[in-house]
């Protein structure tokens, strides 16, 4: 009932809260009037003394005398009261208003020279903590991301994720394809922005309309760099067109196909690729060469200790990456080096370091057809089908393997050559029942590539039935006592962790290689010529290769001596991984010193970087490349989404 009376009216309020701070101070103002020994002794004098602590109390005055006087005087007090009670309420307002802003993320940031990621997806964990590393190796600097999502919901994430650092970390709110929601991350003052797709259909039309707002924002020529990435390569010509000169699209999609493909070849090869597109470890440089110009490519390769030469950065921006060894570095030219930092190093002739006797003799190697397992189905399973039947040799064999509930578009090869280099097949199971793997002779593949679901159903998880599936097999290698070499996709990188991979078996993220790559090309534009020869088909790519294939096994020998023997096999060596079968090494080596020098076995595998790639070797015409960051993508068959019809 009390309650009620106050809800009434603010009157009401007012009155009861007057009568309550009456109804305490005075009584206490009397008491200690009576308990004083120097309190007047008449009864007037000890009320006028009442009233006095009263009114000091409440700040209503301490004016005594006529009752005119007196009333003023609280009347001034009262006034005094509103408007201080006033001014301290506009205070507060004011800053609850600015506090309630700032946990909305709609302040403006200030920083200069910051980097600014545009979007939410499973990338922008990888992409943020890439960009952190950066900064903090250069002091302290500002990483703000930009999301229609809640800021703090934005910061826990990260902050789980990043942990502390010396980089500071701003999250703001707003929608993507908003200038005004731009400009709160001030991206006319960035050092680089960094578009992100987002995870549902519409994610590439999303990605050109924030290109076009960053372009109404900051200018179509000025600005800084931009790097975006679509998951459909039919967006890729508008969003070059909506970036501008300035910017750089990949292709998630194409990306995270070709390198499932190279991994199903070689085992191993994503922890290579985090490893050399890591911030924290060796990374792509350019540098400066000029004291070596007029050098063959032969002769630079041995002029330092742990830098890798793997090319030339041509004067008109072109890449030429593992050059023939004679090629001569011209003026104005660059050179691209794999090592831990960009730091200018003097020359070191390393020559004397080299043993041809230890050399092994060049070998033709002649690739075979071979056998691949494809279980599950998503978007990404075209793009497989179609790289394997133009880059397989003749005689592959490919098996499809797809649940009940998975949407598979079976389709006519769409080039009678490349249906003649691979025979695909196609058949339905339940992959989360052991005895469908049991009917096949797992033994007799040469890979096995496993998909997940590109939207998990019910209330699965993403990576739910991609574990499943891993487990299935994990437990057929234990039944046959046989390792198998699969590679499987991940949506989440968490679930790595939890992925049963057996001793030949390896995950690859989905998107996560994209998101490296974004972070590398934001923090030097300059490698992004250099990255599509990385990943072109035409141009050079990374692999593993035996160690026996460059010096003797069981002789020893310095790196250096790897180093000019891959040269004369027309490759690159950038690294090595030791052969660990216990799975207690250090995993793999890049950039180690050209005079370091070790015992080299046949199951020691050297990193390198060859002028002949291809997924399956052999013969691709080069139509491909990964990521396609700059040329224009080849017409694609829109009815091209699955496999052929079974035979």
Not at 173 to 196: E, I, K, R
Not at 528 to 538: N, S
Not at 572 to 593: E, K, N, Q, S, V
Request: aromatic share 4%.
């Amino acid at each position: 009932m009390f309650d009620r009376r106050l809800a009434r009216s603010t009157g009401r309020l007012l009155f009861w809260l007057a009568l309550g701070c009456l109804a305490v101070v005075v009584p206490v103002s009397a008491l200690l009037v009576w308990m004083d020994p120097d309190a007047p002794r008449t009864l007037s004098g000890r009320l006028t003394a009442v009233w006095r602590i009263s009114a000091q109390t409440l700040r209503l005055g301490e004016a005594t005398g006529a009752p005119l006087r007196m009333l003023l005087s609280v009347l001034l007090g009262l006034v005094a009261l509103l408007c201080v009670s006033t001014l301290v309420g506009v205070i507060t307002t004011g800053l609850g208003e600015r506090l309630a802003e700032l946990r909305r993320g709609r302040s403006t940031v200030l920083e200069r020279d910051h980097a600014v990621v545009l979007g939410w997806s499973e990338q922008v964990f990888t992409v943020v903590a890439e960009l952190v590393a950066a900064q903090q190796s250069r002091g302290r600097g500002v990483v703000a991301v930009l999301a229609d999502r809640d800021t703090t919901e934005m910061e826990q994430a990260l902050a789980v994720t990043l942990g502390a650092g010396r980089a500071r970390l701003v999250c703001r709110t707003g929608s993507l394809t908003d200038p005004g929601a731009l400009a709160l991350v001030a991206p006319a003052a960035a050092a680089s922005v960094l578009v992100l797709p987002a995870e549902d259909t519409a994610a590439d039309p999303e990605v050109v309309r924030v290109l076009l707002a960053l372009r109404s924002l900051t200018g179509a020529a000025a600005g800084p760099p931009v790097v975006a990435a679509v998951r459909d390569g039919r967006y890729l010509p508008a969003a070059r067109l909506a970036a501008g000169a300035r910017g750089v699209v990949l292709e998630t999609d194409m990306t995270t196909a070709r390198l499932l493909v190279q991994s199903a070849r070689r085992p191993g090869l994503p922890a290579v690729l985090r490893d050399l597109l890591d911030v924290a470890g060796a990374e792509f440089h350019v540098l400066e060469g000029r004291e070596l110009a007029g050098l063959a490519f032969a002769d630079i390769a041995l002029r330092f200790e742990n830098v890798c030469v793997v090319g030339f950065l041509r004067a008109d921006g072109r890449a030429c990456l593992t050059p023939r060894p004679g090629s001569v570095l011209e003026a104005g030219d660059r050179l691209v080096v794999v090592a831990y930092d960009g730091t200018a190093r003097p020359p070191v002739d390393c020559r004397r370091h080299v043993d041809p006797a230890v050399m092994a003799p060049p070998v033709p190697v002649v690739a075979e057809a071979a056998r691949v397992l494809l279980l599950g189905w998503n978007r990404r399973a075209p793009l497989i089908v179609d790289i394997l039947r133009r880059t397989a040799r003749p005689g592959s064999v490919l098996d499809v393997l797809t649940g009940p509930d998975d949407r598979v578009v079976r389709t006519p090869p769409q080039d009678p050559p490349d249906a003649e280099r691979v025979a695909v097949t196609h058949r339905v199971g339940d992959l989360a029942r052991p005895e469908t793997l049991r009917a096949l002779d797992t033994r007799g593949y040469d890979s096995v590539v496993v998909l997940g679901p590109d939207t998990a159903a019910g209330g699965e998880r993403p990576d739910d039935r991609t574990l499943l599936t891993l487990l299935m097999l994990r437990g057929r290698e234990e039944e046959t006592g046989c390792a198998l070499p699969v590679v499987a996709e991940l949506c989440d990188h968490r679930s790595r962790a939890l992925a049963p991979l057996g001793p030949e078996s390896d995950a690859v993220v989905r998107g996560e290689l994209t998101a490296l790559l974004m972070a590398q090309i934001s923090q030097d534009p300059t490698l992004a010529p250099v990255f599509e020869e990385v990943f072109a088909v035409r141009g050079g790519a990374l692999d593993l290769r035996p160690a026996g294939r460059y010096v003797l096994p069981g002789r020893t020998a310095s790196f250096a001596t790897v180093v000019a023997s891959a040269l004369r096999h027309g490759d690159c060596a950038i690294g090595y991984r030791p052969h660990d079968p216990d799975g207690t090494g250090g995993g793999t080596l890049l950039c180690p010193d050209k005079s370091e020098r070790r015992v080299w076995t046949d199951e020691d595998m050297v990193v390198v970087l060859s002028a002949a790639p291809g997924a399956f070797d052999a013969g691709g015409d080069g139509r491909d490349a990964l990521p396609r960051m700059r040329r224009e993508p080849e017409e694609r068959d829109p009815s091209a989404n699955g496999p052929p019809e079974g035979r």
